[in-house]
C-alpha cells in the first residue's frame, strides 16, 4: 500500500536543553519551546508533549545526558510519538546517539525551520535559496543522520532538496550546491539592474522588516493592494515582493516586503537568502513592524535589530511600526518620534504612517536649483545618474537643473544652488 505522508499528521516531542554556557541564542527556554510547538504546527505536525533539561554543560554525546534521553525514550513510547525535535542545534554526533537511545526520528529546530521554508518557497528564486540552504546544512551532517536518511521526503525535517537522494556522496552534494549558488548569483546580477534603474530614476527604497507573524504582509496589501497571502502563521510569506507606492504628491517609492526575522534564525538561511536580504544594504528606510499584542514583543525587537545591525547598511533610518495596536490599551504603546501606532489589518494610523515615512525620507533630500556654468556639463550628468531631476533649462547664464538630491550631492552643490524649497 503507498502511504500518503502529505495526510498524516506527524506527532513530535519537543526537547529543549537550557545550560549555564550557552548564549541566549543557544539556549532553550518556556518561551523558545512555545515558539519551537507554532513552528511544528506551521510544519504540519504535534506536539505530544515538552521536555526542558536544565545542565551545566551539554552532554558531549547524548547532548541531554543518557539518562534524560532514555526518560523522552520512554515519553515516546507512551505518546506514539514518531519524532524528537530539539530546540537547539545538533551535532551529527547527537542526533546519532540521541536516535540509537530515543529509537525515534531525532531532528533540530534548524530542520524544522528548513522544512517549513520547503513548503513555503513558491518562486523559483525561493526555491533556490531554500535547496540551497538544505543541502548546506545536510553535508556537514550526513554521517550523523542516520536513519533519518532513508525517510526522505516522509515527513517533517526530511522534505529534501529536489529528487536528488541525500545517499549521494558528498562530492555530488558539492557539485549541487556550487550550481546553486552560480544560479542564485544570476540573481543578485539581476536585482543589481534593477536596484541600478531604481538609483538612477531615484525612487527610494522601503524595505519592511519585522519577526515572523508580525503583520509585515498585511501591511503591505493595505499600503499598496499587493493582494500577498497574509495568515496567522509563522512564516506565511517567504518570497520576497516589491511594490510601488505613492506616499504623497512630492513622493513615490518602493516597498518590500522580506522574509521574517526568528530567534535562532539558522546561518545557512541567512547565507542562502543573501540575494534578498541584501536589499536591507541599500534600503534608504526601514519599517520594523512589531505585533504590539505580542507577550515576547521585547525579545522579538531584539532578534531584529540584531539582524538589521548585521544586514541592513549602517544609520539607515528605522520606523518602530506597532502593528495590531487595536488589540493593546494605548498605554502599552512606546512613543517617541519614529514610532507609529497602526493596525495594518483595519487600516488605523496608515495616513500618519505615510506622513512619516515622507518624513523620514525628506530628512535627507533636498529639493533645489542649481546653476551650472557649462564648463561644469559632467555635473549635469551626475545629477540624472546620483538624483531626481525634475527640470532642466539651458540659458545664458548657464545650465540651470531643479533636482532632489541626497545630502551628499547636496554638500557637493551648495555654492551653486541659486533655489531651495
Not at 500518503?4 to 543557544?26: H, M
Not at 537522494?165 to 556550487?178: A, T, V
Not at 531604481?198 to 527610494?204: G, I, Q, T
Not at 515572523?212 to 510569506?237: E, H, M, P, V, Y
Amino acid at each position: 500500500m503507498e502511504s500518503n505522508f502529505e495526510n498524516k499528521v506527524e506527532r513530535a516531542i519537543l526537547v529543549g536543553l537550557n545550560a549555564d554556557c550557552f548564549s541566549p541564542d543557544q539556549t532553550a527556554t518556556e518561551e523558545t519551546l512555545e515558539e519551537l510547538e507554532a513552528l511544528l504546527e506551521t510544519a504540519g505536525g504535534f506536539c505530544t508533549a515538552k521536555v526542558l533539561q536544565n545542565r551545566h554543560t551539554p552532554d558531549s554525546h547524548s547532548f541531554i545526558g543518557e539518562g534524560k534521553a532514555l526518560e523522552v525514550k520512554m515519553l515516546a513510547e507512551a505518546t506514539a510519538s514518531d519524532m524528537v525535535i530539539f530546540d537547539n542545534e545538533l551535532s551529527p554526533g547527537n542526533i546519532r546517539a540521541l536516535e540509537e537511545i530515543i529509537g525515534v526520528t531525532v531532528i533540530d529546530r534548524s530542520a524544522l525551520i528548513l522544512d517549513i521554508f520547503a513548503q513555503r518557497a513558491k518562486t523559483k528564486e525561493g526555491r533556490l535559496q531554500v535547496e540551497l540552504a538544505q543541502y548546506q546544512y545536510l553535508l556537514p551532517r550526513l554521517s550523523g543522520m542516520g536513519a533519518s536518511l532513508s525517510r526522505q521526503g516522509g515527513g517533517i525535517g526530511t522534505r529534501g532538496p529536489g529528487e536528488t537522494k541525500l545517499e549521494s556522496d558528498r562530492r555530488h552534494i558539492r557539485e549541487r550546491i556550487d550550481r546553486l549558488q552560480r544560479e542564485l548569483e544570476q540573481v543578485r546580477r539581476l536585482r543589481g539592474v534593477q536596484r541600478e534603474r531604481r538609483l538612477k530614476n531615484s525612487v527610494p527604497v522601503v524595505a519592511i522588516v519585522g519577526y515572523t507573524n508580525a503583520g509585515k504582509s498585511t501591511l503591505l496589501n493595505t499600503l499598496t493592494g499587493a493582494g500577498i497571502s497574509a495568515n496567522d502563521r509563522l512564516f506565511d510569506t517567504l518570497d520576497t515582493t516589491s511594490r510601488a507606492l505613492t506616499v504623497s504628491d512630492n513622493l513615490n517609492v518602493i516597498v518590500t516586503d522580506t522574509v521574517g526575522f526568528i530567534a535562532k534564525l539558522p546561518h545557512h538561511l541567512v547565507d542562502a537568502f543573501r540575494a534578498t536580504l541584501e536589499e536591507l544594504q541599500y534600503a534608504d528606510l526601514l519599517l520594523h513592524v512589531i505585533d504590539a499584542a505580542d507577550p515576547h514583543r521585547d525579545e522579538h525587537i531584539r532578534v531584529v535589530n540584531r539582524l538589521v545591525d548585521q544586514l541592513a547598511k549602517p544609520g539607515v533610518p528605522v520606523l518602530e511600526c506597532y502593528n495590531k495596536c487595536d488589540l493593546v490599551a494605548p498605554t502599552e504603546i512606546p512613543i517617541g518620534e519614529n514610532i507609529v501606532a497602526i493596525s495594518a489589518r483595519r487600516g488605523s494610523g496608515v495616513a500618519k504612517l505615510l506622513k512619516a515615512v515622507e518624513a523620514a525620507l525628506d530628512s535627507g533630500r533636498h529639493h533645489i536649483a542649481v546653476r551650472l556654468p557649462y564648463s561644469m556639463g559632467g555635473m549635469a550628468e551626475a545629477l540624472h545618474d546620483g538624483a531626481k531631476v525634475l527640470r532642466v533649462d539651458y540659458t545664458a547664464e548657464g545650465i540651470r537643473v531643479e533636482a532632489i538630491v541626497d545630502s551628499i550631492l547636496y554638500g557637493k552643490l551648495r555654492e551653486l544652488v541659486v533655489e531651495e524649497r
